[in-house]
């Protein structure tokens, strides 16, 4: 769990970010065989680690790059359900740099590996998939982006009509594109039986998520380009503490 989770609604957003992934994806993962390690709260058998080449210190997000090179072993990877305390970045700014370097970091972990991905016999086709998902699933992001943009500039350049039954079916169908997020953290939250902070979840998608949104398309364009994107430790309020004392 993460014990600063109802700080503010920066650490909501976070926390039912990761618990969507640790909940929903994860033991997903888990039944595929294809399961990313995170870093924090595992553990690797050295040899294996050794034999694939250990870190890539070009990699921002070289748990991702790790995973993809033992997974195409036919090494197994095991997820297992118990909690460990954790924290979340409570600043926007903070959150906002994480994700920026994940999106970026597993974005070039696909990009770096795709040879890996679709020539490989060492993966099977669901892991391929699986692992499609987890570093390319984040492109959603500049869909929302530009559907927003462009519905916020249809109310300013467009002519006023009246509502229609095409322009309801048309916001239904924009609307179940990225509402995707609020159902999953829904289910999410009824399996934690916390379905009361449901609305803490809404409120947080429509506003940190938005902004998410945005940065999410910058990284994604910086990875595509190549265009270099530095390391740095995220800054949470208990890491600054250690670091002072």
């Not at 979840?201 to 902004?211: D, Y």
């Amino acid at each position: 769990g993460f014990y600063n989770y109802d700080t503010n609604l920066v650490t909501r957003f976070a926390a039912y970010t990761l618990m969507v992934y640790h909940t929903i994806i994860m033991p997903l993962q888990n039944r595929l065989n294809c399961v990313f390690f995170c870093g924090t709260a595992g553990a690797l058998r050295r040899s294996v680690f050794e034999q694939v080449g250990g870190w890539n210190v070009q990699s921002i997000t070289e748990d991702s790059d790790l995973s993809v090179r033992i997974l195409s072993k036919r090494y197994k990877a095991v997820y297992l359900e118990h909690e460990t305390l954790s924290e979340v970045p409570d600043t926007i700014e903070g959150f906002i740099k994480q994700q920026m370097r994940w999106v970026y970091g597993n974005t070039r972990v696909f990009i770096d590996h795709l040879k890996t991905l679709f020539v490989n016999r060492g993966l099977t086709v669901r892991q391929r998939l699986m692992i499609l998902y987890l570093t390319m699933g984040n492109l959603i992001a500049p869909i929302v982006v530009i559907m927003t943009l462009f519905g916020i500039l249809g109310w300013f350049v467009g002519d006023p009509t009246l509502l229609t039954a095409q322009d309801i079916i048309r916001f239904a169908s924009r609307f179940a594109l990225t509402a995707g997020f609020l159902t999953i953290g829904a289910i999410t939250l009824y399996k934690n039986k916390r379905l009361s902070e449901f609305k803490y979840l809404v409120l947080s998608s429509f506003t940190v998520g938005i902004v998410l949104s945005f940065a999410t398309t910058i990284a994604i364009g910086k990875a595509v380009l190549n265009s270099p994107l530095r390391w740095f430790c995220t800054p949470k309020s208990d890491n600054a503490k250690v670091v002072v004392e």
